[in-house]
């Protein structure tokens, strides 16, 4: 198989390519302004000029970069302030490195040599569908974080936002967040729930995974598609059958044992998260337990240990961290889910998710956006712990993380 060398790309070729990037960036700036085909084909003009331009002061690079850099900054100022000036200083600082690393044949310096144009194209394509994916599934996000910071009861960009003056940014909403008595007993009702949850979901599932992944256990996959079952139907029905079987329950707690309305409804909200939260145990656990020694187990029983010792000194530390992962989608599960909470619970157990709802669905409060940022800010926390904890057992089973 021949190899490809790496050389310097001619300026028509470099040109096109760039010219495509040129006109992508400008469909945004002219819808913007009211004119996307215009922005399309001024986008793309500018940037053949530019290339060509900057190909032909090779020997200069560094120099030609930030003349770019600051072109564009000094453009995106003038139009449009700050802000502007900002998005024309990162979009300087990208088309001064990609026009370079096009016509430099810069792309091909970590790919093997004999790739054909056709796979190198297809390799970088994939990366930018996945790229794209990534934007479009992040960027609702990016959008309600400087939100929550607005001076304003909007639910939109002020111009004093736009254009990053200090008077468009507050913390009121999160001020009325910590001091609203509605927004912190939902706060407190999520705080009691979701652990609570969490440990009966860990201890049942954790349970359940280890039983499952015993050979002998007839009907195995059965149990286990019984058992994950929350996590396929979907959810509106399943809150519909929680709410018609809690009612029986919480009429025979209620009667029987004497316990009140308000404890009964916390029994019901957690019962009810902990069922959506065991599959998720079940399923990490499981994943864990495939690459278990068991001969571990077996050796720990020739040396006399009993069942309960086995698992908590020889099993219970090689799958923790499937255990906390397993409980951590669980916890996510209970602290986020609003559906279930409408069916089975009462106004005085509503959770942080209920309150949001009744935020959007009765007044509009901007305080939600100061909710959903706290609410972010935590699920990132746990995810990144949850990534820690994966890299972990890859390593205590003599696996490299990936």
């Known amino acids: 198989m021949s190899l490809t060398p790496v050389e310097p790309r001619s300026a028509s070729f470099t040109a096109g390519i760039t010219s495509l990037a040129g006109g992508f960036a400008g469909i945004f700036i002219g819808t913007a302004q ?40 000094v453009a995106g100022y003038v139009t449009g302030g700050i802000s502007s000036g900002i998005m024309g200083l990162l979009m300087g600082w990208f088309f001064s490195w990609f026009i370079f690393w096009i016509g430099e044949c810069r ?49 939109t960009f002020t111009p004093e936002m736009l254009s990053l003056d200090p008077e468009g940014y507050s913390l009121k909403h999160y001020r009325n967040f910590f001091n609203s008595s509605d927004w912190q007993l939902s706060f407190r009702n999520s705080l009691i729930i979701a652990p609570i949850a969490t440990v009966i979901s860990v201890s049942l599932g954790t349970l359940a995974a280890i039983g499952l992944s015993q050979s002998h256990v007839p009907g195995r996959r059965a149990i286990m598609a019984i058992l994950i079952s929350p996590m396929i139907v979907p959810l509106i029905i399943s809150a519909t059958g929680m709410f018609f079987f809690y009612s029986q329950v919480g009429g025979f707690l209620e009667g029987t044992i004497g316990l009140s309305k308000t404890v009964v409804g916390y029994i019901k909200i957690v019962l009810a998260h902990a069922v959506l939260g065991i599959p998720f145990v079940i399923i990490t656990v499981t994943a864990t337990l495939v690459g278990f020694d068991r001969s571990l187990t077996r050796a720990a029983a020739n040396m006399g240990a009993n069942p309960m010792t086995t698992f908590f000194r020889v099993q219970m530390p090689l799958i923790l961290p499937g255990v906390i992962s397993g409980g951590l989608f669980a916890f996510i599960t209970s602290f986020d889910e609003v559906v279930v909470v409408l069916f089975v619970g009462s106004a005085r157990q509503k959770t942080l998710p209920w309150q949001m709802f009744t935020g959007l669905r009765e007044q509009i409060s901007p305080t939600i956006l100061a909710v959903a940022t706290i609410l972010v800010v935590i699920s990132i926390a746990l995810l990144t712990v949850v990534e820690l904890l994966r890299r972990r057992s890859e390593r205590l089973r003599g696996m490299s993380p990936s």
């Not at 986008?43 to 200069?60: D, E, F, N, P, Q």
């Not at 992040?138 to 939100?147: F, G």
């Open 34 to 73: 009211g004119s996307t085909f215009t922005g399309f084909i001024v986008g793309a003009v500018l940037l053949t000029i530019l290339t060509y331009v900057a190909l032909l002061m090779r020997s200069k690079e560094k120099v030609v970069r930030w003349i770019i850099l600051l072109a564009f900054g």
């Open 107 to 155: 792309y091909r310096g970590h790919l093997v040599p004999y790739l054909t144009p056709g796979q190198v194209l297809w390799h970088y394509t994939f990366r930018v569908i996945c790229g794209a994916i990534f934007v479009f599934l992040i960027t609702p996000i990016l959008v309600v974080l400087p939100l929550s910071f607005n001076a304003q009861d909007f639910f």
